[in-house]
């Protein structure tokens, strides 16, 4: 059982910041399965000046809900991995009681081609997410999805992309986010754990219509971003970090650049 709570300052993209005190019970069941109970209360603490719809969000929810996750990594490494694929699929139901209602699913793959006898890949990248809200209620900017920052969509302000209200983020509930590195090593004596990569990463992420999924689909098409960039990687550690130059090639007026990007993240996924 594990007991903890946080606080995360969402002020800069969305007025508000979010205080949770969860309590998380996990399973583990065999061939990469496990189980998850959460029973979380989160505050979400608006800023005075918050006249968006993210108001309609504010105050107290009590989420209770349950998880399966389901892991198969053959990957070389998980920091910087040169072959190998590695799939992580994840399903939440909340409304186990207290106030919050959705079913969320995210699925994420990576397939990893060596080349040049292991001394360069190329490594491809998806990540899918779909979330409904149930019995009549809206979902949460809590629980939505939000893309930007260094992983998974590089030259983009952290947590700046997708649907926005007077310059509040909203999150979406419909989410895809692709790309591809080209990863290559230094010539001796540089150590393999620091590397070059060359990349391109696209995906939007919009807020669901389930009367029209037609729409819906065409607004996360139209709203898609695209940045490409060049940067160094080391396998630290402590996980992966990145420093890159991007440049976006595609994004929408209200967008939130970031030309230099500087990322951890314990596994490259």
Known sequence: MDVKGFREDHRKESSFRQENFQVTTTVDAK????????????????????????????????????????????????????????????????????????????????????????????????????????????????????????????????????????????????????????????????PPSLCLHVFSNFGSTVLLNTKNLSRTGKDLWDTTRVSAGVGLVWASPIGRIEINLCRPLRKMDTDRIRNWDFGVNYSFF
């Open 31 to 190: 061939k990469g399965h496990s189980f998850i109970y959460q029973l979380g209360l989160r505050n979400v603490d608006l800023d005075r000046s918050a006249r968006s719809q993210v108001v309609l969000d504010g105050g107290l929810s009590l989420k209770s809900s349950i998880s399966h996750n389901y892991t198969l990594d053959g990957r070389d490494d998980s920091s910087l991995p040169f072959e190998g694929t590695a799939i992580n699929l994840r399903h939440e139901l909340a409304g186990l009681g207290g106030d919050t209602h959705f079913l969320k699913q995210q699925l994420d793959v990576q397939h990893n081609i060596p080349l040049l006898d292991n001394r360069a890949s190329l490594n491809l990248f998806s990540r899918f997410g779909t979330l409904i809200g149930l019995r009549g209620k809206k979902t949460s900017v809590c629980d939505r999805f939000f893309l930007g920052g260094p992983m998974p969509l590089r030259g983009f302000q952290h947590r700046t992309v997708g649907p926005i209200h007077q310059n509040d983020m909203l999150g979406g509930e419909l989410l895809y986010a692709m790309g591809a590195h080209f990863t290559m090593t230094f010539p001796e004596p540089v």
